[in-house]
């Protein structure tokens, strides 16, 4: 397992309709270690997006670059790193997978042809691509589903499949963008607990994205909260309610214990502040 690495990266977009450049992300110095859960808060238009495209390698940075382990993602040519990577900049790859908030699956295809579809678009021949999107699909409890087509299934139940097709190629690291936004409060619950259960069986970097305070509460090993114009990384915290919730298997003791609405509170006065300070603008 490698570690993810972003050196100084900054992000600017030229202005739309000729209008100023957007700095979407500036002096961004971060990296997520192995087997970490990091959870990125922050006011709307903060970066958390810009920063998840640029980890997937969708976007190229205007200063700095990535690496996991010793493979370049995205940025300056690896002479002018100086650093001695063994691949070229790859870009997306398949040792990062990502689940997007609007699944993006196939409505024409069954469920396990969904979750295999990227193995299927990679030439891996059909046996061994519906094994291990099956493997996948028993981790989200949905072994018995393989055949029912996507768009019969639930948003939860879908949402469980864009995990499992996010998960197929077995990557290094899940970047999981808002990707409990859509659902309702129940179901929303029922997948951070399953998304805690995926990390803890497969170990994997996790980078979420969300809106929610409690659920990045919930979620988190590791929380950053962003701050707009331009796009930085203010806090920087280590946090165990995952943990304890693994261990304890009870999310509504978890999200009651003191510790957690006193970092609730703490977390909601940063964002307030923030929106405050940027006039409430979104
Ligand atoms: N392709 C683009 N062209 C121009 N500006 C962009 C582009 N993508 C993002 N931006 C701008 O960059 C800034 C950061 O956007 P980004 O989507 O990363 O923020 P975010 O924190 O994910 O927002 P939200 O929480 O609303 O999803 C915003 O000001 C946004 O308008």
Known sequence: ????????????????????AVTALSGINFQIEPGEFV??????GCGKTTLLNLM?????????????GDSGISGLPR??????????????????????QKHALLPWLNVLDNAAFGLKLQGVGKEERNERAADFLKLVGLEDFHNHPVYQLSGGMQQRVGIARGLTNDPQMLLLDEPLGALDALTREVLQELLLEVWQETQKMMFFITHSVEEALFMASRLIIMSPRPGRITHDFSLNFNKIFLET?????VKSMPEFIEM?????????GDEAENGGAH
């Open 1 to 20: 397992m490698s570690r993810l690495q972003i050196h100084d990266v900054s992000v600017r977009f030229p202005g739309m309709n000729g209008g100023e």
């Open 79 to 100: 002479v002018a790193c100086g650093l001695e990577l063994k691949d070229q900049i790859t870009g997306p790859g398949q040792d990062r997978g990502v689940v997007f």
């Open 56 to 68: 997937a390698g969708f976007i190229q940075p205007s200063e700095g670059y990535l690496t996991l």
């Open 39 to 44: 959870v990125a808060l922050g006011a709307s």
């Open 264 to 272: 609730r509170e703490k977390v909601l006065g940063i964002i307030h």
């Open 249 to 253: 298997r009870d999310a509504r003791q």
